[in-house]
């Protein structure tokens, strides 16, 4: 059973950072997609980023393009989520997500407990 463990959420300002961290565990396969989602209060869950550990490839949602960095420590098995000029409306609970295979592609196998960001304004 795959097992993720993600930190780093906490409490900013706006125009500030932080970095998420997720760190799977209890696989064997070579090949994998990991990355966050998030939620935010009365909305519907929506994709954030995904990076595959084959050939880092990574996808970033249109609202974090430009602000949000994907990165991933295949060696370590954690993914990370390097978020800066946070806004208000990044407040949200960031899930950690995780594929079997290469791909993204459809819903993720394995989900994390969310850690809370939430952006003062």
């Known amino acids: 059973e795959v097992q993720l463990q993600a930190s780093g959420g906490g409490l900013v300002q706006a125009g500030g950072s932080l970095r998420l961290s997720c760190a799977a565990s209890g696989f064997t396969f070579d090949d994998y997609a990991i990355g966050w989602f998030r939620q935010a209060p009365g909305k519907e869950r929506e994709g954030v980023s995904y990076i595959s550990s084959s050939d880092g490839s990574a996808w970033y949602g249109d609202s974090v393009k430009g602000r949000f960095t994907i990165s991933s420590d295949n060696a370590k098995n954690t993914v990370y989520l390097q978020m800066n000029s946070l806004l208000p409306e990044d407040t949200a609970v960031y899930y950690c997500?995780?594929?079997?295979?290469?791909?993204?592609?459809?819903?993720?196998?394995?989900w994390g407990q969310g850690t809370l960001v939430t952006v003062s304004s």
């Open positions: 997500a995780f594929w079997d295979g290469a791909s993204w592609l459809g819903d993720p196998d394995y």
